[in-house]
């Protein structure tokens, strides 16, 4: 470092030995070695601020390693760069050695780009300022059919429809768009993450991921179609096979909210027959001859239920043309509509539900219209809804609005006793179904069947019966028809039948000496009256 009261013999030969010499005055002035001979132009004896003043240099520019790459650096001279306090000298840099630098790091930070962006499984976009594509992957070239070569450099509104561009909309407002449904055209459908690119507070391009969800769609609209009726229309609660005293409770309750217009919540396990309850209360009250829709919270994407439930508004803002899609509660507008898995539902949308419910109204999305709907809201759950809302993943006075009617399906384990007459039910179905009549099922069958304890509930033994009438050539269902899984846990669970009719026999002789008191029974059998009550579910007593 020289002094500016040096003297210019003093600068010079420091630039013979150094690259750079630092002159600090009431600004800091970097000289190069190559500037040398400037400095010799001057009078023999000046001091070093007499020849910075002679020469009319400019001072340099103050920075450090962290904030080099801002703007209010003037590369016009060789910049001093500070240690992070400012205190001391740490370098000199140029432009011309800077450049090289700074072309390395962006070629290593495009190359991280693209890896990454080649490395998702989604359509990846990026513009500049103007809405010229800079970056297109190769998930965008399948998802949208169009190639890097014919999309790269040109405007994105060549290729899509300007209003339906999310990245325009970054551009103009500035927001980032988080798992929003999108369709870019009329054959895709997406949920998009897009966010602006600033740099100094200005916006200079937008990035967009759009996760591709088109074959969901097509697939959930397909499963819609091909929704069954579970039950008859004329009589719907008769299609409801049951002995059990709790489901009996169960469809009473349901044949008197049949004709109410109240939400209806059922609960029970996965397969145990909420949605035939549900079609029962629909076909068996005033709404009967409207529509019964279904929304299963548990095959949509979670970005897509609020769509799905109560519909989509656009307008082009060239065209002045509404864009709309009927959600759920539309289509049902009149009669019934089935939510299966509302715990599922996003808590935003339950939100939104909760106000539909209370006040009869809502807005589409993109909407400002309300729009007014007379359709019935049954919902059902495999989970405890009030240890969600204690958890704070459910909206509480959704759960409060739902729950005033709540209707219990108990699991197939807990009803044994039902094993039988749906066994028949299921027989005769399938066996139209398949063309094969006349079909029975062996007593060895019926006995493996009753002591399996049916994790799928109802909809399990449905599936097996049809297994079995497909599989069986004579007209009769054994053994050998059966899954192995259900032989081996029901043999593990009884393998001896003598065991069986020893305990039945004890246990019937306890009910007799107590004169049928079910308490009294199971102190004297020296068992709890919980299991009392299983076992003669289990053995038909």
């Given at each position: 470092m020289?002094?500016?009261?040096?003297?210019?013999?003093?600068l010079?030969?420091?630039?013979?030995?150094?690259?750079?010499?630092?002159?600090k005055a009431?600004?800091?002035?970097?000289?190069?070695?190559?500037?040398?001979?400037?400095?010799?132009?001057?009078?023999?004896?000046e001091t070093?601020?007499?020849?910075i003043k002679c020469?009319h240099?400019?001072?340099?520019?103050v920075?450090s390693i962290?904030?080099?790459h801002?703007n209010?650096?003037?590369?016009?001279?060789?910049?001093?760069?500070?240690?992070?306090?400012?205190?001391?000298?740490?370098?000199?840099?140029?432009?011309?050695?800077?450049?090289?630098?700074?072309q390395?790091?962006?070629?290593?930070?495009?190359t991280?780009?693209?890896?990454?962006?080649?490395?998702?499984?989604?359509?990846?976009?990026a513009?500049d300022k103007?809405?010229?594509?800079?970056y297109?992957?190769?998930?965008a070239?399948?998802t949208?059919?169009?190639?890097?070569?014919a999309?790269?450099?040109?405007?994105?509104?060549?290729?899509?429809?300007?209003?339906?561009i999310?990245?325009?909309?970054?551009?103009?407002?500035?927001?980032?768009?988080?798992?929003?449904y999108?369709?870019?055209?009329?054959?895709?459908h997406?949920?998009?993450?897009?966010?602006?690119?600033?740099?100094?507070?200005?916006?200079?391009?937008?990035?967009?991921?759009?996760?591709?969800?088109t074959?969901?769609?097509h697939l959930?609209?397909?499963?819609?179609s091909?929704?069954?009726?579970?039950?008859q229309?004329?009589?719907?609660?008769s299609?409801?096979?049951?002995e059990s005293e709790e489901?009996n409770k169960?469809v009473?309750m349901?044949?008197?909210?049949?004709h109410?217009?109240?939400?209806?919540?059922?609960?029970?396990?996965?397969?145990?027959?909420?949605?035939?309850?549900?079609?029962?209360?629909?076909y068996?009250?005033?709404k009967?001859?409207?529509?019964?829709?279904?929304?299963?919270?548990?095959?949509?994407p979670?970005?897509?239920?609020?769509?799905?439930?109560?519909?989509?508004?656009k307008?082009?803002?060239?065209s002045?043309?509404?864009?709309?899609?009927?959600?759920k509660?539309?289509?049902?507008?009149?009669?019934?509509?089935?939510?299966?898995?509302?715990?599922?539902?996003?808590?935003?949308?339950?939100?939104k539900?909760?106000?539909?419910v209370?006040?009869?109204?809502?807005t589409?999305?993109g909407?400002?219209?309300?729009?007014?709907?007379?359709?019935?809201?049954?919902?059902?759950?495999?989970?405890?809804?009030?240890?969600?809302?204690?958890?704070?993943?459910?909206?509480?006075?959704?759960?409060?609005?739902?729950?005033?009617?709540?209707?219990?399906?108990?699991p197939?384990?807990k009803r044994?006793?039902?094993?039988?007459?749906?066994?028949?039910?299921?027989?005769?179905?399938?066996?139209?179904?398949?063309?094969?009549?006349n079909?029975?099922?062996?007593d060895?069958?019926?006995?493996k069947?009753?002591?399996y304890?049916?994790?799928?509930?109802?909809?399990?033994?449905?599936?097996i019966?049809?297994?079995c009438?497909l599989l069986t050539?004579n007209?009769?269902?054994?053994?050998?028809?059966?899954?192995?899984e259900i032989?081996?846990?029901?043999?593990?669970?009884a393998?001896?039948?003598?065991?069986?009719a020893?305990e039945?026999?004890?246990?019937?002789?306890?009910?007799?000496?107590?004169?049928?008191?079910?308490?009294?029974a199971?102190?004297?059998?020296?068992?709890?009256?919980g299991?009392?009550y299983?076992?003669?579910?289990?053995?038909?007593l």
């Amino acid at each position: 470092m020289v002094s500016i009261h040096e003297d210019k013999q003093s600068l010079l030969n420091k630039l013979a030995l150094y690259d750079f010499v630092v002159v600090k005055a009431d600004h800091w002035y970097c000289i190069e070695k190559k500037e040398a001979f400037l400095v010799q132009l001057g009078k023999e004896k000046e001091t070093v601020e007499e020849s910075i003043k002679c020469l009319h240099l400019k001072p340099s520019s103050v920075t450090s390693i962290d904030t080099i790459h801002q703007n209010n650096v003037d590369w016009e001279r060789p910049v001093l760069v500070m240690d992070e306090k400012q205190e001391e000298v740490a370098g000199v840099i140029t432009a011309s050695k800077l450049l090289p630098a700074l072309q390395k790091e962006n070629k290593q930070l495009a190359t991280f780009f693209q890896t990454l962006a080649e490395t998702i499984n989604d359509a990846v976009t990026a513009v500049d300022k103007d809405g010229t594509v800079v970056y297109w992957n190769n998930v965008a070239e399948i998802t949208y059919n169009i190639k890097k070569e014919a999309i790269i450099g040109k405007k994105i509104g060549a290729h899509f429809d300007a209003d339906s561009i999310v990245l325009h909309q970054i551009l103009k407002e500035g927001n980032p768009v988080r798992g929003t449904y999108h369709r870019p055209d009329e054959h895709t459908h997406v949920l998009i993450n897009a966010s602006p690119i600033v740099e100094n507070n200005e916006i200079i391009g937008g990035v967009a991921t759009e996760h591709d969800i088109t074959k969901m769609m097509h697939l959930n609209r397909e499963l819609e179609s091909k929704l069954s009726l579970h039950v008859q229309r004329d009589a719907p609660f008769s299609s409801i096979v049951t002995e059990s005293e709790e489901v009996n409770k169960a469809v009473g309750m349901a044949q008197k909210m049949a004709h109410a217009n109240m939400p209806v919540l059922i609960t029970g396990e996965r397969g145990t027959g909420k949605e035939l309850l549900a079609q029962a209360i629909h076909y068996g009250g005033a709404k009967s001859n409207q529509p019964f829709i279904s929304l299963n919270c548990s095959v949509i994407p979670a970005d897509v239920l609020e769509i799905e439930l109560f519909g989509y508004q656009k307008i082009s803002f060239h065209s002045g043309e509404e864009n709309e899609k009927n959600g759920k509660i539309e289509q049902a507008n009149g009669g019934s509509l089935f939510i299966e898995d509302v715990d599922k539902m996003p808590l935003a949308v339950q939100q939104k539900l909760v106000e539909y419910v209370t006040n009869g109204t809502f807005t589409r999305v993109g909407g400002k219209k309300e729009i007014s709907a007379k359709t019935r809201v049954i919902v059902s759950t495999a989970q405890s809804l009030i240890k969600l809302v204690k958890n704070g993943e459910f909206n509480e006075n959704l759960y409060f609005q739902l729950s005033v009617i709540h209707i219990n399906i108990p699991p197939l384990r807990k009803r044994k006793e039902d094993i039988p007459s749906l066994i028949c039910q299921f027989i005769k179905e399938y066996g139209e179904k398949h063309q094969k009549n006349n079909i029975v099922l062996s007593d060895a069958a019926l006995n493996k069947l009753k002591q399996y304890d049916w994790p799928g509930n109802v909809q399990e033994l449905r599936n097996i019966v049809e297994r079995c009438i497909l599989l069986t050539e004579n007209n009769e269902v054994s053994l050998e028809h059966l899954p192995a899984e259900i032989v081996k846990i029901s043999s593990s669970l009884a393998n001896d039948e003598g065991i069986i009719a020893e305990e039945a026999k004890r246990i019937e002789e306890a009910l007799h000496k107590t004169y049928g008191n079910k308490s009294a029974a199971a102190n004297l059998l020296g068992i709890s009256r919980g299991t009392l009550y299983n076992k003669i579910k289990e053995y038909g007593l």
